[in-house]
Each structure stands twice: as structure tokens, then as C-alpha cells.
């Protein structure tokens, strides 16, 4: 096992990573961009290294940083986490040239997997099923385009074959609209990924987003731990997922599983990854991508398959092999979870940013906070929106809804806005209650709906304020000299009292009726 | 003692009187009855826990600005001091004021579409503002004529900051 690991992230996922090692006795490394520096993964590392400024592309998104910082400690291994450089295959070969393992795939792997086209090949050829396409157009060979269009119907997906995370997909309804598609997935994949390359692909309507995590010793032996459901999502980025599916079968799981494992074993992969695929209405699924990393919904699995993934992940990146399969693997239990972010529902979702006052997670029994939120963070603006995920777990999924509504209710973030309102109306809605959920059906048939125009908490919200500019307006001196201030800068003065009371030994502010 | 609290929330006035005598509070809203309340608090900012009526409710109360943010279970309501020019600029999706433009969030600018001089028309993207991977397009609500822009491409900017002035087509300057 290793001695040091670098964890080259941030946010919830370097905490997640931290955690793990450190219960194992493995001393963490944290890298940190400048605006990061008070950090939980920071603060809770062995040691750190700060690598630059608060731009990715500046800090955790440059190779010969991290590898430097690993160099410079003695790290023996790299965890990536999710995003930044944990796909990157140059990434994966600087490692292995500093003589340093990196905890996830081979870079051969994630090559033949990273681009779209030749995974799809890849699949064809071990009897993986794909949804019908057409692989390598160049993004200005529109006549090519408009053939395999004709032959594939529509409507259909433009690709970037590059692609990831939602960025260079357009839907295609008709013929006529191919080109303008073309160009601006050929536009967005050059520049985002550097290659213009796309390819076409039936789409697949009213599809659920069906994924199978796998698991991959140095060995040749990979497991998969059943599916998540996936189908909730705006913009392509997942909102809820869940494990297992409410569309799943032991049957269909077990073909779900024999696909991955398939998918797994075409390309020599090793560590953890999963395979996505799509499940249409008929229950026939279309292999879709392989995403070679741990992945930001790995937690709900871990609560139905007690295991944890980092652990696997460190030990089979150090040449352990995995435990065998006992008989078909059933999912124990129902686990569901929500990504807060930080914006704002009720405005389009707007991001929502600054400082977070006053953080309490949620607790009791089957529920889990992984987020990178304290009191006083300011959250960067550099990154993305995602504050942290509620999971939640129970004995079925009529129980882990009722669990997560309670979470979000205990939940509090003061400071910014987050999506927790667009959850718990989700979590009301009959079509997600009943599991009738495809992967557009949020953006067309799921409306936020409106604030309450009779809210009692705006009650509360005013008897609040007045209490508290009256407690304000109370803490400046009595024998203040200045009545031409206003209340409002006198109000300064309240942290004054606070200090006060604290100095005095006493626990606080407390006026009211309760102990007369 | 009773103080009265005159309070904007959600551009609507409300009056509040707290009414102290001895450890006994008692606070109306508006036309509303007395509440008897039970509160305690570590402070602003910090959390009340009020006790109305013998129902517990929280509320984390901070300042913001001349007033005070209020989160009750997970709803965030601004309440500001109901006298004249408590205006929000920008922020909080309140409208900014004619010839002026505010960042809506905090963020990078990565793109100034106009320069002082330009003329505007309502609707066309003035800039951009990127925060966490998002681009928000700050748009023109009138027509007009720039006078000047208070932000550069690269810059960073706070929510409520003043970004570009405008003279409004047919308004006169507001002064």
C-alpha cells in the first residue's frame, strides 16, 4: 500500500479521497490554488502545495505542477478525483515517467475509451450494444454528414468526439439543421478539447441514463457493482442519482453487468470507472461512453454495496487483487442523491456565489454530507457550482425519499442560494415518485414551481429583523454623542456586544417569555 | 419599551413592533395580533430560535447592506430598512437603476461587447460575466448611448458593482 498520496483536486472529492486515506494511515497530499488556500482539503492535509492562481488552467489543470508537488513531498501515488486532469491521458504518462503510480486507468485505456469514436468500436467489437451511428466526420464535411444522417433518421445527436461532460452535443430534428449543428459542436469541441472531430448518433428519446460502476484489478479481474439511475438532469449535467433503478431488473442487471464488465475488459482497463449506457422504453440499452474516473455519484452505490471505492481504488493501484464475486450482486437498500449547488431556482437557475455564513448539515441515521462547505467560505468563482451532495440511504426508496425530504428540510447554507428548493419540489413531484423519468424528462415536463405568494417564513423572516436591529441598535453606546449618525452605522457596532457577552462569560443573547 | 421597526421585504413595507417589558416580548406585524415570542440568539450574526406561540421556529440572521438577510428553512428573504434610497443595486435581482448597468453576480469579465459612445439598443448583449463555468449575457433594458463602462475584459467584478453607464434615448439623467 502506499505511503503518501497526492489528491490533484479540490472541493468535496479531495476530502472524499483525504478521508479515505487517512483512515487507512496513508499521509495526503493537498494541492491548492491561491483563492483556495483556506480550504478544507488544505487545512486537513499532511501537507500542501500551493500551485498557482485561482484559474484551473493556471493551478489543477497544469501536469508538470502537480507532478512537481508530488516530486517535491515524496508522494509515492496520484489520486485525480473527478474532472481536471483525471481523464487526461498525457497526465496519466507524466506520472508514470516521475516514476509515480497514478490511482485510476492506464493511459492506453483511457485513450482507446476517451475518444468517442474509437469506443465505439471498441464496443462493437466485444459485443457491447451501441446506438446506431456514424463515427469520425470531419466537422466541415457537411455532404458525408447528410448521408449517414439520411440512413441514421432523426432526430439525431451531433458529437464532439472528444467531448465530455454535455459540451459539444447538439440535437438535430431535421436535415436542414445539420450544418449549423455541425459547426457549432465542430466550434465547441476545438475549442474545448482541441479537435473538431464529431460523429452522429440516433437519438434515443425518452431514454433513462442507466450506468454501471465496475471496478478493475491489474489482474484481469473486474467486477461491477450494478447500476444508478442517472435520468435526472438539466444541460446534461446530473441533478439526483440513485441506486439501483426503479427500471431495473435482477435480469437486466445482470446484462447490465456482464456489458460493463465486457466494456471493461476490451481495452485493459484497470481501477475504478463506469460504463453509461442509454435504456429505451422497450428496456433495450445502447452502450454510451466510459467515463474513466471515480465519479461524483459513486456514493450511492457505496451505500448499497457497503464498499468503499477510494479504498478499492488505492488497493488495486497498488497491485491487490479484488475479492471475488459471490453469486449475483444485489443492491441492499435504496440510496438516493442530490447535488446542491449554488444557484439560485427561482431565477433560472443563476449561479449563486460569495460567502457561505453558516453552514449545518444534515445528520442522523442514513444520511451523508460530502461537501467542501465551512462557515465563512468564500466559494471561489473559478470553479463549479456544486457546494456539496446530500445522500442519503434506506431499506427502499419510498423510505429514502422520505429520508431525503427530512435531510433537506435540516439542512441549512446561509449566504448563498442553493438548489435545495428544487429538490424537494422534485421529490413531490408524481412522475419522480413513481420512477417515470427519462433523461429530458425534467427540462420538458418538469415546471419549478412558484414561490408561495402567503409564505409564513416571511413571517418569521420580519419578527427576525426586528429583533435583531433592536438587539443592533442596543449595542451602541447609550451615551452616544452622535445623534446625527444614522441607526445603521451605529448598527456597526453590534460585533462589539458580541464580544462583550463573549468576554463576560456569558452564553449569549436570550430575552423572552420561556423562563418567566 | 416598545420600538417600531418600519421593514421593506420583497418591496412591500411592513411595520413591526417589538414590545419589551421585563422578560416578557410581544411583537406585531402589521394589522396582526401581538405574538408572544421567545427568542434566543447568540447574536448578529447568528441564529434566533423563536419560540411563537409555543411553535419553534429558526432563522440565521446576518447584515446585508443596511438591512438583514434572514434564511428560514432554506428560503433566503432580504428585509431592509423600509426609509427612502434603500434601493438594492443590481443585486438580488432588484432592477437597476436608468442609465446605470450592475453586475447581477460576482464574476470574470470575459467580454465587453461596447465602448463609450456606442449606441445601445434594449435587449443587445452589453457583456459577459462568467462565473463557476457559467456565461451570463448582461443585457441593455433601455435604449441609449454609453458613457462609460467601469469594467475591462479579463477584470473581476463584485455583484451590485456599477459595470457601464448609459444615457437613456428621450429620459433625462437620473440625478
Not at chain 1, 460502476?213 to 473486474?222: P, W
Not at chain 1, 442509454?278 to 456514493?299: I, M, W
Request: proline share 5%; charged share 25%; with cysteine.
Amino acid at each position: 500500500m502506499f505511503k503518501r498520496v497526492l489528491i490533484a483536486n479540490r472541493g468535496e472529492i479531495a476530502l472524499r479521497v483525504q478521508r479515505t486515506c487517512r483512515e487507512l494511515g496513508i499521509e495526503t497530499v493537498a494541492v491548492y490554488s491561491e483563492p483556495d488556500r483556506n480550504a478544507l482539503h488544505v487545512r486537513l492535509a499532511d501537507q500542501a502545495v500551493c500551485i498557482g492562481p485561482g484559474p484551473s488552467t493556471e493551478s489543477y489543470l497544469v501536469i508538470e505542477k502537480i507532478v512537481d508537488a508530488a516530486r517535491s513531498t515524496g508522494a509515492d501515488a496520484i489520486h485525480p478525483g473527478y474532472g481536471f486532469l483525471s481523464e487526461n491521458p498525457r497526465f496519466v504518462d507524466a506520472c508514470e515517467a516521475a516514476g509515480i503510480t497514478f490511482i485510476g486507468p492506464p493511459a492506453s485505456a483511457m485513450r482507446a475509451l476517451g475518444d468517442k469514436v474509437s469506443a465505439r468500436k471498441l464496443m462493437e467489437t466485444a459485443g457491447v450494444p451501441v446506438v446506431p451511428g456514424a463515427n469520425d466526420i470531419s466537422a466541415d464535411d457537411f455532404e458525408t454528414a447528410r448521408r449517414e444522417a439520411e440512413r441514421i433518421g432523426f432526430p439525431l445527436l451531433v458529437k464532439a468526439a472528444a467531448g465530455g461532460g454535455g459540451r459539444g452535443i447538439r440535437v438535430v430534428e431535421q436535415i436542414d439543421d445539420l450544418e449549423g449543428a455541425m459547426r457549432a459542436s465542430g466550434a465547441e469541441a476545438a475549442s474545448s478539447f482541441g479537435d473538431a472531430t464529431i460523429f452522429l448518433e440516433r437519438f434515443v428519446t425518452e431514454a433513462r441514463h442507466i450506468e454501471v460502476q465496475m471496478m478493475a484489478d491489474q489482474h484481469g479481474n473486474v467486477r461491477a457493482y450494478g447500476e444508478r439511475e442517472c435520468s435526472v438532469q438539466r444541460r446534461h449535467q446530473k441533478l439526483v442519482e440513485e441506486a439501483p433503478s426503479v427500471a431495473v431488473s435482477p435480469e437486466l442487471r445482470q446484462r447490465l453487468c456482464d456489458a460493463a464488465v465486457a466494456a471493461a475488459k476490451s481495452c485493459g482497463y484497470a481501477n475504478a470507472g463506469t460504463v453509461e449506457f442509454l435504456l429505451d422504453k422497450s428496456g433495450e440499452f445502447y452502450f454510451l461512453e466510459v467515463n474513466a474516473r471515480l465519479q461524483v455519484e459513486h456514493p450511492v452505490t457505496e451505500l448499497v454495496y457497503n464498499v468503499d471505492l477510494v479504498k478499492q481504488q488505492l488497493e488495486v493501484a497498488s497491485g491487490q487483487v479484488l475479492p471475488p464475486l459471490e453469486g449475483p450482486l444485489e443492491p441492499n437498500g435504496w440510496a438516493i442523491e442530490c447535488r446542491i449547488n449554488g444557484e439560485n431556482p427561482y431565477m433560472n437557475f443563476m449561479p449563486s456565489l460569495g460567502l457561505v455564513e453558516r453552514v449545518e448539515a444534515p445528520l442522523g441515521p442514513g444520511t451523508r454530507f460530502d461537501s467542501m462547505l465551512f462557515d465563512g467560505l468564500d466559494v471561489p468563482v473559478f470553479y463549479d457550482s456544486m457546494l456539496g451532495k446530500l445522500i442519503v440511504w434506506a431499506e427502499d426508496r419510498e423510505l429514502a425519499i422520505k429520508r431525503l425530504r427530512r435531510a433537506l428540510h435540516d439542512l441549512l447554507i446561509a449566504g448563498v442560494d442553493t438548489n435545495v428548493p428544487f429538490h424537494l419540489a422534485l421529490i413531490d413531484n408524481d412522475d419522480f415518485l413513481a420512477g417515470r423519468i427519462h433523461t429530458n424528462w425534467l427540462e420538458n415536463s418538469f415546471t419549478m414551481p412558484a414561490l408561495p405568494e402567503e409564505d409564513p417564513r416571511g413571517l418569521t423572516a420580519l419578527i427576525a429583523a426586528a429583533l435583531a436591529s433592536g438587539m443592533v441598535a442596543s449595542a451602541a453606546p447609550a451615551a452616544s454623542g452622535a445623534p446625527s449618525a444614522s441607526r445603521w452605522l451605529r448598527a456597526g457596532r453590534a460585533n462589539v456586544m458580541q464580544q462583550r457577552v463573549a468576554a463576560g462569560g456569558g452564553r449569549g443573547w436570550r430575552r423572552g417569555t420561556g423562563s418567566s | 419599551m416598545a420600538t417600531r421597526h418600519r421593514l421593506l421585504l420583497d418591496g412591500a413595507e411592513h411595520t413591526v413592533v417589538v414590545d419589551e417589558a421585563g422578560d416578557q416580548v410581544s411583537v406585531t406585524v402589521g394589522d396582526g395580533e401581538a405574538l408572544a415570542v421567545d427568542v434566543t440568539t447568540s447574536g448578529v450574526p447568528g441564529t434566533f430560535s423563536l419560540v411563537i406561540g409555543g411553535r419553534p421556529v429558526q432563522a440565521y440572521v446576518t447584515r446585508r447592506g443596511q438591512g438583514f438577510e434572514v434564511t428560514v428553512d432554506g428560503r433566503r428573504f432580504l428585509v431592509g430598512p423600509a426609509t427612502g434610497g434603500g434601493r438594492q443595486r443590481g443585486a438580488m435581482g432588484a432592477k437597476d437603476r436608468m442609465g446605470e448597468v450592475t453586475a447581477p453576480l460576482a464574476g470574470v469579465v470575459v467580454d465587453v461587447h461596447v465602448a463609450a459612445g456606442d449606441r445601445i439598443t434594449a435587449g443587445q448583449t452589453l457583456l459577459v460575466i462568467e462565473a463557476m463555468k457559467m456565461q451570463n449575457e448582461i443585457q441593455a433594458a433601455h435604449d441609449g448611448v454609453v458613457k462609460a463602462v467601469h469594467c475591462e475584459k479579463g477584470g473581476r467584478v463584485e455583484q451590485g458593482a456599477l459595470v457601464l453607464e448609459y444615457e437613456a434615448d428621450g429620459i433625462e439623467a437620473d440625478s
